[in-house]
């Protein structure tokens, strides 16, 4: 049974000012979602940063929307990993998983899937929260 559906999208250009902030992404980005840079940050670095914050951002909002509990907890408690495969998926620990537990009462049956896209401006999230 699907308990919730969120979507996001976020236009990359918003994460600019952030990327030249290490803070701003430490206040809104788990570590395991932070780039570490690796050379200089050419245009084509850049682009993709932008897709990958704005992505991840994504995520988040989208998840909150799934639950339909807003952005009530730390956006560093819930975070994108990804696969060997490459597939992503959400971790949600911390106050993100408090409201989970507060807002979805079968919480431990929950499957929480994520679809993450993006293209040059923009980049989208899907969250679907399945009741097994």
Known sequence: MIFGIGIDLAKCSRFEKWLKKPEMLRRFFNQEEILSPSGPLTPPRISAALQHY???????????????????????DLYVQNLPSGKPTLAVTGSALECLKK???????????????????????????EIS
């Open 103 to 129: 807002n979805c009462p079968q919480w431990q049956r929950a499957k929480i899937f994520v679809s993450l896209s993006h293209e040059k401006e923009f980049a989208a999230a899907q969250v679907a929260i």
């Open 54 to 76: 704005a992505a991840r951002f994504a995520a988040k909002e989208a998840f909150s929307k799934a639950l339909g509990c807003g952005l009530a907890f730390d956006l560093r």
